[in-house]
């Protein structure tokens, strides 16, 4: 399996500052997706971004995608305490019927 | 209100007794999988199934069973757990399978321990 890779592990930042996570994948996909972990719960759907977008905006999220790069980047901008969680990137990968998953950004809010 | 569902959340057992956690979605969906989530390791996928009476391994599949006989039931079996089987498990499903570009949708999670 070819698992997506963040960075960074860990980022802690001061309420109301953006927050800039990294993916980085290895083989084709069909689209890029991005979840949210709170502590212990299940993962949420955040946004999915095809293969052939190269930015997609949420609210306050912003995710762009460069295939040629194999990278994806997600922007939360604004920053809130609530916003505190893991993020997880998972690429859909051309001709697999599943998705990878990465190990995920742990994102402290700091009020 | 859409959602998957997990039973039980938390279960401490004990090596070799059988168990089984079950999955519900009321969505619909086509598309269900098993993931188990360990510290440092992400999320591995255990097995999935495409549709009724489809299933089929994902990256991590020894020591667990499934089944899907209705649409909307997915449980997962252990038949003989072991240690390394203490960990985080999700339950996932999607309206189609990977390629339909659909998101998941996760249920709670159900924490096992295995002594």
């Known amino acids: 399996s070819q698992q997506g890779e963040e960075d960074p592990q860990a980022l802690s930042i001061q309420e109301g500052e953006n927050a800039t996570m990294n993916c980085s994948y290895k083989t084709s996909i069909n689209n890029l997706q991005w979840y949210r972990q709170n502590s212990g719960r299940g993962l949420v759907h955040l946004i999915l971004?095809?293969?052939?977008?190269r930015e997609k905006h949420s609210g306050r999220l912003r995710v762009t995608l460069d295939t040629s790069k194999k990278s994806s980047s997600l922007l939360i901008t604004a920053s809130r305490a609530a916003d505190t969680a893991s993020y997880f990137c998972a690429t859909d990968e051309t001709g697999a019927n599943n998705l990878f998953f990465g190990t995920g950004t742990r994102l402290t809010v700091i009020p | 209100e859409a959602q998957v569902t997990q039973n039980p959340r938390y279960l401490i057992t004990v090596t070799g007794k059988k168990l089984t956690v079950t999955c519900s979605q009321n969505?619909?969906?086509?598309?269900m999988s098993w993931y188990r989530q360990d510290p440092g390791l992400g999320l591995r996928q255990i097995y999935y199934s495409m549709n009724v009476e489809v299933t089929d391994k994902g990256d991590v599949p020894e020591g667990y069973k499934v089944s899907r006989k209705e649409k909307r039931n997915f449980p997962l079996i252990l038949e003989s757990p072991s240690p390394n089987q203490t960990s985080l498990y999700f339950c996932a499903s999607s309206l189609w399978p990977p390629g339909g570009n659909q998101p998941q949708h996760f249920g709670d999670g159900t924490r096992l321990s295995i002594l």
């Open positions: 971004i095809r293969s052939n977008e």
């Open positions: 969505m619909n969906h086509e598309y």
